[in-house]
C-alpha cells in the first residue's frame, strides 16, 4: 500500500479460497452404489462451479482426487459417463508432461483425475477430494487424515470435498454445522473475538487438567482437594 505498509492476505485483491463439502446418503446402506453415486455430485458440483464462474478456463486447472488405484478405476467410466465432450479426464502424469498453455488439446479441457499418491507435489486451481474419509477408530486415523489434509491443500481457489456419510468419520461433525443465513459483520466478529472467548476456552482447558489431577489422586483427600481449588481457581481466572 506505500512506504512500511505492509496488507494482510485478506486485503488482496481476488477470490479467497474458499470450501465445500457434499455428502452422499442412501436410504439403504446396500443400496448405496459407490461410483455412479459419486460421479453424479462430482459432475453437478464441476457444473456448478462452471456457472458460478462463467467464462473460467477449467483446462489443466481441476484435480479430482481418489483414495488410491481401485477407486480410481471404478470412477473414471463412472465419471466419463457423465462429462459432456467439453471435458476429458487425464492422469496426473499426462498433465504433467503438457507443455504451454493452451485452451484445449483435440478439443477438450482436461481434468486430471488420479490417485493423492500421484498428485502429491502437484497443485490446481480448483480440487475435487473424493472418497477420502474414513472412520476415525479403525486404524487408518493418520492416514485418512494425512489424505484429506493433502488433498485439501493442493487447490489454489475451490476445494470441493465429495464423500459418503461415514459414521464417526473425520467428516461426520459437518452434519452438525448450520448455515448461518447473515451476512457477515466484521464488527460483531471482532467484538465476540475481544469479548474473551478465546480466554475462557484457555481458563476451561487449565480447569480439565486440574480435574484430571484430581481424579489421580485416589484416596489422598488433601491433594484431592487443592487439585480441585486449582480448577475453580482456573475457571474463576
Known amino acids: 500500500k506505500g512506504p512500511g ?4 492476505g485478506g486485503a488482496l485483491y481476488g477470490a479467497p479460497c474458499s470450501a465445500s463439502t457434499v455428502l452422499v446418503y442412501a436410504d439403504d446402506a446396500t443400496r448405496f452404489t459407490p461410483y455412479p453415486q459419486y460421479a453424479a455430485h462430482v459432475w453437478k458440483a464441476l457444473a456448478r462451479v462452471c456457472n458460478e464462474y462463467p467464462g473460467l478456463r477449467l483446462h489443466n486447472r481441476v484435480a479430482i482426487v481418489v483414495r488410491d488405484a481401485a477407486f480410481l478405476a471404478g470412477l473414471l467410466p463412472a ?6 465432450p467439453r471435458f476429458a479426464l487425464v492422469d496426473a502424469a499426462r498433465a504433467c508432461a503438457l507443455l504451454g498453455a493452451s485452451a484445449r488439446v483435440d478439443g ?3 481434468l486430471v483425475c488420479d490417485t493423492m499418491s500421484n498428485l502429491d507435489g502437484l497443485e490446481r486451481l480448483i480440487v475435487f477430494a473424493v472418497g477420502l474419509d474414513a472412520p476415525i477408530a479403525d486404524g487408518r486415523e493418520r492416514a485418512t487424515r494425512s489424505l484429506l489434509y493433502r488433498a485439501i491443500t493442493r487447490a489454489h481457489m475451490l476445494v470441493v470435498i465429495v464423500n ?6 473425520w467428516l461426520e461433525w459437518l452434519t452438525h454445522v448450520k448455515h448461518d443465513d447473515a451476512a457477515f459483520d466484521p464488527a460483531v466478529e471482532r467484538a465476540r473475538v475481544e469479548g474473551g472467548g478465546a480466554e475462557m476456552l484457555r481458563r476451561t482447558r487449565e480447569a480439565r ?3 484430571d489431577e484430581a481424579d489421580a489422586c485416589g484416596d489422598d483427600i488433601a491433594k484431592f482437594r487443592e487439585a480441585l481449588d486449582a480448577a475453580r481457581d482456573a475457571l474463576d481466572g
Request: net charge positive; with cysteine.
Open 164 to 169: 459418503k456419510f461415514v459414521p464417526n468419520g
Open 5 to 8: 505498509v505492509v496488507a494482510c
Open 79 to 84: 465419471l466419463r459417463a457423465l462429462l459432456p
Open 209 to 211: 487438567e486440574k480435574l
Open 108 to 110: 477438450a479441457e482436461w
